[in-house]
């Protein structure tokens, strides 16, 4: 029974060996430089180099930016996503309209970034040079990201019990009213899932950015990750890996953010 048990754990055992190399042991390496006065000179320092990072304009600024494209984009494409999945469930589309809606996911970045520059800069402006070059970011995250999220949502809408929704159609209940109160709730754990798949493509945008605007963009689109990117250009390890463990940080509060939220509305559910 014991050997029966340990199987599983032969089986993932490789990409678990990889994982540790690739991924954990880095991480945990990197506060050695996170704390040191330079990569190239290993004198403690302490947290001196957290405190100058905070205190950092370009941090700052990069870090407000995510935190803007962040919530704008997160809940436009939550609603956006959930809209269009039960648009087509309620419609029974045809599978070429689902799989249109996913293509974009399967775009490369270069292709993307091609498209998105003829589109921001037809007139006078260049959407991404002006003030309002955020907007040309989250629709490039909607574009790339919905696909995705409304498959998940139409999988979670596939798999409602219809008894509970014909229940409340006997007890008088609208078309609103069934939303509220029956599919939403139920398709609350889907929302939690799309929201953390959400919080990991938001930084995939990065890529695109790059290929747009470089690694000194207009300073309204300016992103952690073109922060991290130039310190590692410029070999500044300690700022970089410093910034790293900040912006870890950062991602764990929002998924615990997430996670509790999701918790709390399940037990509300339960509850009633």
Same mark, same amino acid.
């Given at each position: ?7 599983? +754990? ?17 991480? #945990? ?46 809940? %436009?494409? *939550? ?13 029974? &589309? ?10 974009? $996911?399967? %775009? ?29 970011? *989250? #629709? ?12 998940? +949502?139409? &999988? ?26 029956? *599919? $939403? ?11 953390? *798949? ?25 992103? =952690? ?14 700022? #970089? ?14 998924? =615990? ?16």
């Amino acid at each position: 029974m014991k050997i029966k048990n340990f199987k599983g +754990y032969f089986f993932i055992m490789p990409s678990l060996i990889g994982f540790s190399m690739l991924y954990v042991i880095p991480f #945990l390496l990197g506060l050695r430089y996170s704390v040191s006065r330079s990569g190239f000179d290993d004198t403690f320092v302490g947290f001196t180099n957290y405190r100058n990072i905070i205190n950092s304009l370009s941090f700052r600024l990069a870090l407000k930016n995510n935190l803007i494209f962040l919530f704008a984009g997160l809940t %436009i494409i *939550i609603v956006l996503s959930f809209v269009l999945a039960l648009i087509i469930h309620e419609i029974n &589309a045809p599978k070429i309209l689902k799989l249109c809606i996913v293509l974009p $996911i399967a %775009i490369p970045s270069a292709t993307v970034a091609g498209y998105f520059r003829e589109v921001f800069a037809t007139g006078a402006n260049n959407l991404m040079d002006s003030e309002f070059a955020m907007i040309g970011v *989250i #629709l490039i995250f909607l574009w790339r990201s919905t696909g995705y999220n409304l498959i998940i +949502y139409l &999988a979670a809408l596939s798999q409602l019990d219809k008894s509970v929704i014909e229940a409340s159609e006997i007890d008088g209940a609208n078309y609103l009213e069934k939303l509220r109160h029956v *599919i $939403i709730p139920l398709v609350t754990p889907a929302t939690f899932f799309v929201s953390i *798949i959400s919080i990991i493509n938001s930084f995939k945008i990065y890529k695109d950015l790059y290929i747009l605007q470089g690694n000194y963009p207009n300073p309204k689109i300016y992103m =952690l990750q073109h922060y991290m990117n130039n310190k590692f250009r410029d070999l500044e390890y300690e700022k #970089l890996t410093s910034a790293a463990y900040l912006f870890a940080i950062f991602i764990f509060i929002i998924a =615990l953010m997430f996670y509790y939220m999701d918790r709390r509305y399940i037990k509300k559910i339960g509850e009633n």
